[in-house]
């Protein structure tokens, strides 16, 4: 390696893609010529283009997928003391949405291929306290809905997703947003669609949508009412506006994460232990997060040696999710919140993932220079055959 940096600049993981400034500028002097700030006209016409996207009659737009969440949890009937089984392999987030208003988190092990929720363990987690059953999927590769969907009706117990990384995305054709319960959508800046700040709660279920929109207004009722509890979960135009300017440029940005994928996997074809996760064959991906795995076994070195050599060079790796969520605080120590056991996939995949720059921002040379570095890394420890 050399003394300074490869990068000058570095190269982050989920830096922003922003779409036209020009059509945002237009959008947010509108709001203000119309002194309408918070949901209001661009927030219903993100709601409606989200809607279609996600192949569904109903969008709840909220401040941010937390929020989003907690309000779809309330709105299907999860309240305090009772339990829902989630992913260990995902962010820390979606188990701390529900432990924040007192829902306890049952972490469910991994499938090592995809990463997501083993369906196949989630049946034997379902007890007495069950109300409900979550899985996220993860890197925008879709959670084997049918399966889960058969158990939560089976049980009769409500099926949300954490879709934060998945809009686009499509499982059996069909588009990410319309299965289970509900699914809530992540528009955080570092994701690939961004409303600066932002999320929204996507169903097919008229009255389930109504009851997001009564605890997104502090339970106020359409007709003015207040009916229920509630928080303040509304989005501000602002957000709405940077919303609908970045599904203006959706399909361009999913083209060039594709192209960044494809240009990842040429780099790093064949180099031992090392491969580029995948996604499901045949259906439609937004590439947002560019994963790689690193078999230390294999490539004589593990990952976290990797990931600060690729700091030192100003590469901003991150690894995506480490520790896994049964393993950090408050639920590693607290047997009231989890009951400590192994989840060795989970945790395998813990040890193994790191997600590398991609989007608009990173081009054919910063990616190949990226690779090089991996490759330098692994060639000066992979084990002689």
Known sequence: MTDSPVFR????VGRPNIGSRARLTERLEGALDRLYLTNGPLVREFEERLAEVAGVDHCVAVCNATIGLQVAAKAAGIRGGDEVIVPAFTWVATAAALDWIGIVPVFCDADETTGNIDWTKVEALIGPRTRGIMG??????????????????????PLLFDSAHAIGCTYKGRPVGGFGTAEVYSFHATKFVNSFEGGAIVTRDAEFAERCRELRNFGITSAGEIRSGGTNAKMNEAAAAMGLTSLEVMDSLMEANRINHGRYE???????????????EGERANHQYL???????????????????????NVLSRRYFHPSCHQVEPYLSDPARHAPHPLPHAEALAERVLALPTG?????SEI??????????????????
């Open 9 to 12: 600049e570095p190269l982050h």
């Open 291 to 313: 994963v790689i795995e690193i078999d230390a076994a294999v490539a004589g070195i593990h990952r976290d040696e990797v990931h600060t050599a690729l700091i030192a060079q």
């Open 266 to 280: 040429k780099g790093l074809d064949g180099l031992p232990g090392v491969w580029v996760r995948g996604q499901a």
């Open 136 to 157: 996220v999927h993860v890197f925008g590769r879709p959670c084997e809905v049918d399966e889960l969907e058969e158990i939560a009706g089976r049980h009769g117990l």
């Open 360 to 364: 608009t921002t990173v081009g054919p």
């Open 368 to 385: 190949d220079q990226v690779c090089d570095i991996i490759r330098r890394c692994v060639s000066a420890r992979t084990p002689a055959r």
